[in-house]
């Protein structure tokens, strides 16, 4: 971790200089180092080690209702690099001018300092390579049919200092880790496998202590060799806490996105606040204030404080999620959600930790009155397009007159945001803080770390797709 | 105060023990871009990176450093250091016979943004009249990457890969019916054409405008190249280093025997003028061709960078590239592309009496690449009979195993490839023709 700018608040002054320009409607200066470690592994050998440290930054102007947006390597000709951002930001200038600003908000001055429990940065590459070798073994000699297993471990540490020429001045250090560990099972029927995944904002504690979790992903995937496709088709669907939280990423929160409303009265006229989209204990919101988890975020990268924001309440749109740019557009307040993967990238609005909370159904009652429904556990991702989403559980089994029969491959849940949001019939008690080592991909800008923390949920109807018969 | 800048060095400074091997690259990489997207403010880009990255071998071991600021020096004690605990390799440099040495000159105009400003208008006032409601996005963008390499074997050599590439689409949203299209188109040579983009667009959206119900069934179905990219990214898989390292890949015993239909070739092609990742040498140095990994069906090739290569006893063919800048080089195609066929697009559509068109995806990945098996929403989905477009299809899932379906499943092989660009789910930019494949699974949600 460099220590030798962690409390030179001279970065600060200097830049504050540099953004009071007067010849723009806004200017944002960030400057980052960024200091990555990344382990894989393949069975009992590290396949690769990576230390690196990006430093660098950008400049976004706004002028005329047009960004001038400049990223660059280095902390060297800042002056250069604002002048080129106005001048793109002219360049464009009769493209679409509006002479529209952004949101006010107040600035800000804060110095934002890291609070670890274990901090990844202090354990050696060697240390934790002999964790992920360790969990390879663990796997490796849990059943005959385990091939392979690889791992993955990473650590970002970020420093960033940004100002604006709205007296906004933040010095913010963040950290993420997270990784994961796969297990690939292989004998004359085909293929399967099963992964672990871990993800922390302040802990490299959560790398530890992971042995029966791995043993039961080998085993898992030992289990899934023989077993058959899903049968495409509609059924009642029970999906864990990881996939629920999953669910509520993609299905949802891609859609409270402002900057995918913006512009669109068709949607718009969809997602209009006060409209009823759920069962009526159905409560979804973002936060970015739940320390430790990926998604934790008390300051955004346009400067602005993070706000727990309800999307569905009581079944209930009111919310969504904003950058200044939005809120501006929409009349309403910036949310904190503005987010930027690196100093390569503008922000953009982004989810954080996302999160269904907890209803009043026992996981038992969920499976109740099915008499033929799946079972899905886990996630290996998700996509939607607004309207549709599709997600892929790790784990599917067969829903028999209440009873978890047998297992599935291939269980691929996918169906209509609006009516399978209306189709929610259960809210499980279960509510689980998942953290995950994935990430989320929008606009080239992947993987940002979010994360989501949900409890199961029964869903009527749900479509699956499969080849099985 | 604020002084972190690049070391000065030169790449040709670097000195090796004779003990070692090594190489040594500087990659610069710019881009410049506008977008416009409907409702909010345009953008206008440019982005400019450094990577140095050094690679020390000795010992049958692996030390490795990169950097956007570091001297040479500094890059080859942290690689030299790396090796300690660095990882085992078989590894060895390329001997690099020659070639162009720095500077290149960026090909970059200042003026080339009044044409981009012009494309990207152009189309984006033409998508707009699609319907008062629908929402457009158009980007252009010009990417370049200049390399200059080095080698402990006293190889030295520079490249340029540079490209064009313009993204268009939009929606528009009724009820809550999602109705979008959108495409791309790649150039090596100037910003590619935006009425043919439009036009296709245009059409797309037209089909569109009418619904269409199906039953639950199986169908035939033409895999327009978008989604036929992602019936090849489980083969890409299975030809790849890692997994056949790992003892992963079904295939590791089949080079030279069938393991796709005979109307299926898939060629690593780094000489295309217009491809991403055309250009003299791989990022490992070693000098690129055209090379055939599925020919007719049989497998030729597999995809290997060098310490693949060496692991498994092949020679390198230059297939080592960085999926980002500041990444490791992984094993990876140049530019991916599937020879075309012999069919027209109005002969594929006719083949049978009635056929769906596919051309969006969502979840169109595979759970498990080796296994293949993929199941995703249709959200761009036409039925067609006797040729004539009858409407769009909602609410369907399409699955099938990609290996079955580029084996026993495949039809026919469109004429007409397109560019796909590098994406977040592909290793590899491909140049892909739509394929027609039968007895598709579909489950509709009536």
Known sequence: MPQDHAADDGVLATLQTLAMRDDVDELEIRLEINETTQIDTLNDRITRQIHTVDVGGNVRVLLHGVYGFVHFDGWDNLGDHVNEAIMLATSGYGVHSTGRTNKEVSGIRLIQRLALKENPLAISLDTKGAVLLHYADVARTAHPTIKSVTTRYFDR???????????????????????????????????????????????????????????????????????????????????????????????????????????????LAQMHLGRNFGPANLHIYDTGRDAGS????????????????????????????????????????????????????????????????????????????????????????????????????????????????RPLRNAVLTGNVFSTLANISAVGNDFTRYESGGGCGKAGQMPLPVSHHAPSLRIERCLVGGRGR | MIGYRRTEGLIGEVRWAPDEMGDASESHRQTWSLTMQGGQAPMVRHGSEYMRSVRVMKNGRLGMATSRLDGWDDLQREARDALRHGVEVAMDVSDILGGRTMPIVSRWDPDWLSSIDATVRAVYEGLKGLSPDFRPVVTVTYHEDTVEMVTSRNGRTAWMRGYWELTAGGRQVDGTDFHGVSGARLSGHGIPDGQKLLDELQARFHWGRSHYVIQSGRYPVVFLPPVAMGLLNPVLAR????????????????????????????VSDATLPEGPRSGPFD??????????????????????????????????????????????????????????????????????????????????????????????????????????????????????????????????VGNDPQWIAQGMMQIAPGKVPPVLIDQVDVAVKQ
């Open chain 1, 157 to 267: 540490y970020r420093h960033l200092w940004f100002v604006n020429n709205r007296g906004s001045a933040i010095e913010q250090e963040k950290l993420d880790l997270g990784g994961n560990i796969v297990v690939v099972a292989r004998d004359r029927q085909g293929v399967a496998q099963r992964g672990v995944s871990f993800g922390s904002s302040n802990d490299f504690g959560v790398v530890r202590g992971l042995e029966d979790e791995v043993h039961e992903a080998a085993m898992t995937a030992a289990s899934l060799l023989d077993a058959p496709e899903i049968a495409g088709g509609e059924y009642t669907v029970v999906v864990d806490p990881h996939l629920a939280g999953v669910f509520a990423h993609e299905a949802f929160g891609h859609l409270s996105e402002a900057d995918g409303q913006v512009g669109d009265p068709g949607l």
């Open chain 1, 294 to 405: 990926r998604g934790y975020l008390p300051v955004d990268d346009e400067g602005v404080s993070a706000e727990d924001v309800d999307l569905i309440k009581d079944g209930v749109l009111v919310g969504r999620l904003h950058s200044r740019e939005t809120a501006s557009r929409f009349g309403e307040t910036p949310t904190g959600n503005a987010r930027a993967l690196h100093y390569r990238f503008p922000p953009i609005v982004r989810m954080r930790n996302t999160v269904i909370a907890p209803g009043d159904t026992t996981f038992e009652d969920l499976f109740q009155g099915i008499a033929k429904g799946i079972y899905a556990k886990g996630s290996l991702g998700g996509q939607t397009n607004g309207e549709l989403f599709t997600f892929l559980a790790a784990e599917a089994y067969l829903i028999e007159d209440g009873q978890v029969t």
């Open chain 2, 239 to 266: 030809l790849s280093g890692p997994a056949l390292v790992a003892g992963n890949s079904p295939w590791e015993d089949q080079q030279g025997l069938p393991v796709l239909s005979t109307a299926i070739s898939v």
């Open chain 2, 283 to 412: 990022d490992e140095g070693t000098p690129t061709a055209t090379h055939t990994l599925i020919d007719k069906g049989v497998l030729k090739h597999f995809i290997l960078d060098r310490d693949a290569s060496r692991r498994l006893g092949h020679e390198p063919k230059g297939m080592g590239y960085r999926g980002t800048l500041n990444g490791p080089i992984q094993a990876a195609p140049a530019n991916v592309t599937v020879t075309p066929g012999p069919s027209t697009w109005s002969e594929l559509l006719r083949r049978f009496p009635g056929v769906l068109i596919l051309n969006g995806w969502i979840g169109g990945r595979p759970t498990n690449p080796m296994r293949g098996d993929i199941a995703g929403n249709a959200s761009d989905l036409y039925w067609v009979e006797k040729g004539e477009v009858m409407g769009r299809v909602k609410n369907a899932v399409v699955s099938v195993n990609a290996f079955d379906a580029l084996r026993e499943q495949l039809i026919d």
